[in-house]
Each structure stands twice: as C-alpha cells, then as structure tokens.
C-alpha cells in the first residue's frame, strides 16, 4: 500500500534491522558486514546471469548451461542412503526427450514440491550432467535449476521475457543465500529515500551522468543492459570522485605543510662531485634529476617515485693502463691531479678516483690484436654502420652474441714526452733497429712527440718491410712497430710471421683500418676503479679508447640536501642491499664522503651505515654520526627505525625496493624530524599494486629512468606444474647438466622449514587453508644431496650469522658452489654472471615483485637465464594464473598491472598493500584510468575553488563516511 511505504522510509545511515528485521539483519551483518541500508545498496552483484535462447532436449549437452521449455510428467522424493537428507526428482519433456530436475535438502522443505506438480509447464535453466543410475542408461540431469513456472502467456511470449531477464548474481558467503541477498535489496531499493544528490548538478550534466536513484537501481535491477552501463558509469564515477577529493585536499594540505626547502647550491658537495664524474649525464638522468631538484628546493615536501633500476660505478681493473703525457700508468697508481690523454690527442686532468671494489672484469679483444678488462658495466662509444652510440660491456656482449659488429672510433696522435735522453737521429735509429730486427725500441723513443715518433717509424718501415709488412725476428720490435702505429692514430696487427721465429705486423696509417670488436672474454673478480676527467668529452685514453659512467640520481639528490645543511636517509630492506649502497656511495664520493678524516676533501661529508648485526661499538659510533648531523647520509635497514635512532635534521628519506616496506614502516623515518616533513623519493624496479594505484590516482609524483638494464641477457621463465611430473624430474635433470658445464644455480624455498617458521621477509599471499605448509631449505637440503649428489650445495638464509653468510654468497660468487640452496635474501643485491637457473620452490607463495626480483639474480652476464616455478597450484586457480602471467613477460612494470588484476590496488587510502580493504568497489586501475584522470581534474578544480567543501555538504558528508579515523590517519602519513 502506498502510504505503508512512507511510513517506513529508509535513508543511507538507516540501520537494517528497522528494515529488514532483526533476523534477515543479523544474517547479513554476521556473513558479510553489511549493517546499513548503504552497506547493502553499496554490496554490487559480482556478476550478471542472462539466461539465453530455448534449447530442445533432444539437443542437450554434458557441461551446457541452457534453458528449456518443458513440462512436468513426474514428480518423486526419496530418503537418500549412503548421507543423510532427502532428494525430490522432477522429471520433465518437451515432446523431443525427457531431463530429470534434482533438489537435495529435506523432505518437505522445497518450493518445488508446491509450485511443479504434474502438467505445470514451466522454464528451466542450470548447467546439464550426466549419471548413470543402476539401469545402465545414461541420464541428463539439471541439479538446482532457476526456474518459472508459465502461466497465462504463450510459451514464446513467457521465454522471451524470461530469456531477456538480467539477473544479478551478488557475492555471497557460507549460510548466506544469494536469493536473500537479492530480497533483501528490492525490499530497500522499495523504502529508499535519497537526499539531495552530492554530486554537483553541474558536473552531472557535463559529464553526461545519471542520478544516484536511478544508479542504485539500474545496478540492482537492471531492466536493460544499457541501464547497466549507465549505472556502472555513474557509481564509478562516484568512487573515482570522492577518492580524488580526499587526495586533492591532502595534496592542497601537503602544500602547506613546512618542510625545508633544499634548493640547490653553488661550490657545495654535489657541485664538486658532478665536477668530478666520470661521465656526461644522460638526458633521462638530466630529466629526472632536475625534476627532483626542484620538489627538493619547495617548501612543502616531496613525494616522488623514481622507477627504475639504480645502478654504480663503472670500472676497469687496477693494472688497466691509463695512457699519460709520459707513457701507460697503471690504473691503480693513478691520482687525483694527474693529467691523463684524452682520444682527441689532448692533455686533462683527473678530477675524481672512484674505487669500486672487487667485480666480474671481462676482456675486451680487437682486430688489431689489443685488448682492454673492464667490468660489465662499463660504457663504450663505438661505431656501426652509420650508427654512433655509447654501451654497456654486458649489452656488446649480448650484441655480439647476436653477430652484430662495432668498432671503436679511431684517435688522433697525442703528444708525448718521456723527457729520457734520446741521443739518437729518430729515422736513424728506426734504419738501424729495422736492418737488424732483433732488438726493440729504446722505451725513451716510444713516448716521445708525434714528430719524432713519425720519423722512427718510417726509418723501421724503410728498413724492415716486404710486401707482408714489417718483419722482424724479435717479437718486442715487432710490438713497439705496431704500438707506434697506433699512437699516431693508426692501425697495426702484429702476428708470428709463416717463416718460423719470425713476426709479422701490418701497418695502415694513411687509411687506417677501424678495430673492430671481436670477443669479450670473462677473466675473474679483480679489484676495479674508475676515473673522472675535466675534459668535457669524459674520455681518456686507456688499452683501449672507453668512457665511463655511473647512475648516481639518487645520490645527487642527498647530496643537495647535505648542501642545503640535511640530513638523507636511505632505507633498504636487506643489510645485503644495505652494505651494497654504503660501499657503492662511499666509492663514489671517494675523499667527498671523508668529512674530519685526513685526506677529506674541503666540501665533504660522512656516510654511516647502521644495519641489526653491527657490534655495540660500530652501532654507537654510527648512531653519534646521525643524532649529531656528523654523517650526512645514514645508510640502513629497519634498524633505522627504531626509537634510539634520531637524526639532527632529517630532510631527505630515500627508500629503495619500497616493495619491502609497509606504509607505516615507510612512515616511521619520516617522524624523526624536528619540525616539518622530510622529503621523500621512494624507488623501485617492481612497483606493488598499491604503489600503481597511487600514481595512477596522483597521489605520487613518478620519474621514471630508462628500460630494463641495458644487454641484459634473455631470461625463459617456465612454469612446472603438478600435471606434469616429468618436468619436475627434468629440472634436476638440468641443474646437473648447467652444473656440468660450469655454472651455477639458486634454489629458492620460501621458509627455512625450521621450527621457529618462515624467514619473515616474504609477502603474503593468499593461500587455502587446508594447503600443506610452504616448503623450507633445511626439508628439501636432504633431497637434494640424493637428487644432486656430487654437486657443491650451500645454504643461505636470514638467520645465519653475518660472517656466515658472506663466506656463504662469497664461495657462490667464486664459483665455489655449484649450488647455493636459499630462501628470499637472494631477491635484491646479489650478482653473479656465472648464475644461469633460478629454480623457485612453491612459486605460489610468493608475490609477483618477489618472483620478478628472484627471476632477475640469473641472465646477469653473457649467458642466457632459466627460471622454473615450481608449483603444485592446479591450473585454472588463481595462483597457476599468476605464474603464468610471470613466465609470460620479463617487464617489471607488466607485471605489476597483472599483480593488480588479482591482488587488486589495496586500500588506495589506507594501509593495505592488496586489494581485500579496499575503498574500491566497482572503479578498477587497469581499466578506468580515464574516468580516474578526468576526476582527479574535477575535483582539483572544485577543492581549489572549495577547499573545505562548504558549498558541497552531500559531498563533504559522503568524504566523512568514506574517511575514517584509521583512513584519516594514514592519509596523514601519506
């Protein structure tokens, strides 16, 4: 009766129960949280049913959803014996075949046995089985079938209408039936009372948007599906909207928040250091880096993601010979000051000395017979086909690989002076020791000016030439000759002559051949530096002709806020990773980070590192540097965020792999200031749904540098599933075969599997909860001495002893181990070019960006990577989907987006990293970033206009419902 609706309206914040009932309520409350009329109307159908076309019986198929026509002829209930309950059989025909409709429950209970007595024709609808009963003849049965019993209407008339329905299928729980959900929803959708819309009307009509009745009405009962659309599009809109609103008031607030500015400065440490770097800035770290800078120089702070890997320097040996205006040097012996040859011919001085540590080195090998060590990283201009560039060793190895062709560019003839006494007509000498050819060339003469060496060349080529070249029975003679072609800027190959004891070398100097790359070879680990000059091309002269190059964005970012009087932070989530920053930044700042020590430059500072398993002396003197503002970069894992540690003035918190930390972890540094907020520039390779759902949003600025590393070998990722044992059997199968060949390989497991548990660094992820527990290092360690006997197995996991594990990772790193059985403290930080399979044990139980990060520990030298996941997830779950979706693309920032179409963004505001507290409902990242985009531009426009939403109270008062105290707080935190 229409005045009995109106005495029982129900508004948003009206509780159920005064609608429902008190038991219909508590049903809800108890299964699905839902306490509210809003609750409810905000609870979506997960899905829409649409029942589709007649289908005869004759026709019916195993596995086929259909609806059919057909009458009753047979109605029958019996005591089921093996489990306790009761079936009642309807069986029913169209005049082509008969089907038989089972509902299970008790006798008595079923609205069928009223509603489909004999000669009821009615329409059915479910997914057709078949059994076979004790007859022997196959039966087609429906089990719990919608159906509708047709009355007055045509059967065509009934089936049409019935067939055109769109039936809403809501998420449900144990004990809770979807039809009651359903009912429940008409029965408010029928009591609702809205208040004034809170979307502006304006805004309504520009974005061609319907109301907030007619949207919570086409999303329950949609009578069309384009009803449905326009529903969809309006309530997204609304989720979009009202997020935007909130993180466009944070963003006005964020603006007035104090915070330091760090503008950059002149004659400070960073200039010096720039002044210093071995390199020209890309134009991508130019971008990026003036971008930074220039959040750093504001007064509110920064909140920047930087995506990208961050790498360091890049090095040569430290017997490499560095070519000086008095002859080679070696590279370790080389200073600050010294005045190094450039390729041009020119005189520069070394401005910078950048120890690097102990690395890989490889052997470059030219055409000419030369060669040059370098470690991977090392950067080369090269030549060809028309095609100039700079490159990686690691990506010319893989080019190579490839067949390609490079070559080095040639160099003009620099002036030299040994200032020894040459007493000797240069062309004189050059006849002399060519007649002879058994001896080589005073090393006076070798490094003497271009004149004088042009002269004794041409005297060794008069004397000692034939038509093969310049032959000499002494091998050095024959080098020298070749060395002075090359210094005026030639080329020369000298190579043991057909007639034996003799040596050959060709000349060309007038239209010098170009040396071509032709190998590079691995050596070993040796102890490596690199150098930076003034000259402005940043090239000097070296067995080869190399610039280097370092990828230091994050560094120059501290550095400016040390100039502008700071402290930075950089927080890292392994000590690993930890130790690796420390030793890297130090390196790189060289007498830069050397602030109060003897030999410190006079624009210096100092680096402390703070990690859990320092002793009390290293762990005090560490903590005085920060607290003092002594050490202008603090280095470290979560140890930094404990209360002890406290900082002078923080102003810059740099976190890397910000995967591994949780908001109120990354949060937590950020309270250790004095007044204001610190800046902060979060950096990762693998961006975790949350983190996507951030920057898409606009909450987070994002830079992001260049691809994947350059001439990164391929890495083939497989999935070896339960369905197939023999490919289980063929991974050891493999590992011993990589092993054979001399390479090694890591095995991860997901815990230790001792009895304390899980390492306590790996993600969560959802697992059943009747699944056996993860597998650990010390269950499998057995299996695998019987699996690969003979095989060299180390074991590594978090809670060795710190000297435990680096004797561990260094036996891996010197090829010690064949093997190295692991849990994730592999994930970030390690490198090993010989490491060519990455086998994962319970891949399921690990995150994407975990998988993705383990993945990237093999391919790093010139071989190629195998990575197996290992799972037992049956295919079609979740888990199976989201191996797959690895194994099917190496792109960290891919992955990510396939992360967020299973784990979901999380709690865009809130503390959840994944989806399952999400404020979200309808609106999805990957799909709606357009109507994410257009709302965040309406609504920075209405909050600049009406910051505290005074002439929007709908609008103001749905932001108070969405933004609890918890979610209040963590928009706070940021």
């Known amino acids: 009766m229409p005045w009995a609706r109106k005495e029982c309206v129900a508004n948003l914040d009206e509780p159920l129960r005064k609608v429902l009932g008190d038991k219909t309520a508590k049903v809800l409350e108890k299964g699905l949280d839902l306490a509210t009329v809003g609750d409810l109307l905000h609870h979506y159908p997960r899905r829409y049913a649409h029942r589709g076309e007649l289908t005869p019986l004759s026709g019916l198929a195993d596995g086929e959803h259909v609806t059919v026509m057909a009458e009753v002829v047979k109605v029958q ?333 040639r160099i003009e003839a620099p002036e030299l002076d040994s200032l020894q006494d040459r007493p000797d007509d240069p062309y004189e000498l050059g006849v002399r020791l060519g007649e002879a050819g058994r001896e080589g060339v005073p090393p006076g003469y070798l490094v003497a000016p271009v004149k004088e060496r042009r002269a004794l060349l041409r005297g060794l080529l008069d004397a000692g030439s034939t038509a093969g070249g310049f032959v000499s029975a002494s091998e050095q003679l024959a080098e020298d000759v070749a060395w002075l072609a090359r210094s005026l800027g030639g080329f020369a190959r000298c190579r043991p002559a057909s007639k034996a004891g003799y040596w050959t070398t060709a000349v060309a100097l007038e239209k010098a051949e170009r040396k071509r790359i032709e190998a590079i070879e691995y050596v070993g680990r040796e102890h490596v530096q690199c150098i930076s000059v003034a000259h402005p091309g940043r090239l000097y002269v070296t067995d080869g002709w190399t610039p280097t190059h370092n990828t230091v964005v994050a560094l120059r970012a501290m550095l400016q806020v040390v100039d502008g009087g700071g402290q930075a932070a950089l927080l890292a989530p392994t000590e690993v990773l930890a130790q690796q920053h420390y030793r890297s930044i130090t390196a790189m700042l060289g007498d830069l980070g050397q602030a109060g020590q003897i030999g410190g430059a006079e624009h210096a500072t100092r680096v402390a590192l703070l990690t859990g398993s320092q002793g009390a002396k290293t762990r005090k003197a560490a903590l005085l540097d920060a607290a003092s503002g002594g050490a202008g970069i603090v280095v470290g894992t979560h140890a930094l965020l404990q209360e002890s540690v406290q900082f002078a003035d923080l102003g810059l918190v740099v976190v890397d792999e910000q995967h591994r930390f949780g908001v109120e972890q990354r949060d937590a540094l950020r309270e250790k200031t004095g007044g204001g907020r610190p800046h902060v520039l979060v950096m990762t390779a693998t961006p975790i749904p949350r983190t996507v759902a951030m920057t898409v949003f606009g909450d987070l600025e994002t830079s992001v540098l260049g691809q994947l590393p350059a001439g990164r070998s391929e890495i083939k990722t497989h999935v070896v599933p339960p369905e197939r044992p023999a490919f289980l059997a063929r991974t050891w199968e493999r590992i011993r075969e990589e092993a054979a060949q001399g390479r090694q390989i890591y095995i991860v497991c997901p815990r230790i599997g001792e009895q304390e548990g899980d390492e306590g660094d790996g993600q969560p992820v959802e697992q059943e909860p009747d699944r056996r527990s993860p597998l650990g290092i010390m269950e499998l360690l057995p299996r695998l001495e019987e699996l690969l006997a003979g095989l060299r197995i180390g074991v590594l996991h978090g809670k060795l002893h710190p000297d435990e594990k680096d004797a561990v990772m260094r036996r891996f790193t010197d090829g010690d181990l064949d093997v190295l059985l692991a849990t994730t403290v592999i994930e970030v930080g390690v490198d090993v070019p010989n490491a060519t399979v990455m086998v994962i044990m319970d891949a399921d139980r690990f995150g994407v960006s975990q998988l993705h990060q383990l993945r990237g520990r093999v391919g790093r030298g010139s071989l190629h990577g195998l990575c197996l996941l290992v799972t037992d997830a049956e295919p079609g779950s979740k888990a199976r989907e989201r191996l797959d979706a690895v194994a099917s693309t190496t792109d960290g920032f891919r992955l990510s987006r396939l992360d967020l179409e299973q784990r979901r963004e999380g709690d865009v505001l809130g503390a959840a990293q994944a989806g399952r507290a999400s404020s979200l409902r309808l609106l999805t990242l990957q799909k709606d970033e357009d109507v994410i985009r257009d709302a965040r531009e309406e609504a920075t426009a209405l909050v600049e206009a009406d910051p505290e939403l005074k002439e929007h109270p709908g609008l103001a008062a749905v932001l108070d419902t969405l933004l609890d105290e918890d979610r209040a707080g963590f928009l706070e935190k940021g």
């Open 77 to 409: 209930g019996r005591t089921l014996t093996r489990n306790p309950g009761y079936v009642l059989e309807i069986t029913v025909t169209d005049g082509t075949g008969q089907l038989k409709l089972s509902f299970f429950g008790r006798k008595g209970s079923y609205r069928p046995e009223k509603e489909l007595a004999p000669g009821t024709r009615g329409l059915f609808a479910g997914k057709i089985s078949t059994y076979v009963p004790r007859s022997g003849n196959v039966q087609r049965q429906l089990n719990h079938p919608q159906y509708k019993v047709v009355a007055e209407k045509s059967a065509e008339q009934a089936a049409q209408e019935w067939a055109d329905e769109i039936i809403p299928i809501y998420p449900s729980t144990k004990g809770l039936a979807i039809e009651t959900i359903g009912t429940s929803v008409g029965m408010v959708l029928d009591q609702l009372d809205l208040p004034a819309d809170p979307m502006p009307e304006a805004l309504l009509r520009r974005r061609h948007l319907i109301g907030l009745r007619e949207a919570y009405e086409g999303i329950h009962r949609p009578k069309s599906w384009d009803e449905l659309g326009r529903a969809k599009a309006r309530l997204k809109w609304d989720e979009a909207f009202v997020v935007q609103t909130a993180l466009a008031q944070r963003r006005l607030a964020a603006a007035a928040l104090p915070a330091t500015p760090r503008p950059p400065s002149f004659g400070g440490v960073l200039a010096e250091f720039d002044a210093r770097l071995p390199f020209e800035l890309t134009k991508g770290q130019r971008e990026v880096g003036d971008e930074i800078a220039a959040d750093l120089a504001l007064e509110h702070p920064m909140h920047r993601l930087l995506q990208g890997d961050v790498g360091a320097g890049k090095a040569q040996p430290l017997d490499a010979e560095v070519l000086t205006p008095r002859g080679f040097r070696r590279m370790g012996d080389i200073s600050r000051g010294d005045e190094v040859i450039t390729p041009g011919g020119e005189v520069t001085v070394v401005t910078g000395v950048f120890p690097q540590g102990e690395r890989d080195v490889y052997r470059l090998v030219f055409s000419d017979g030369t060669s040059v060590e370098c470690d991977d990283e090392h950067l080369w201009a090269v030549e060809g086909d028309g095609d100039s560039r700079v490159v990686a060793t690691r990506e010319l190895r893989c080019d190579l690989l490839a067949k390609g062709e490079w070559y080095v560019p």
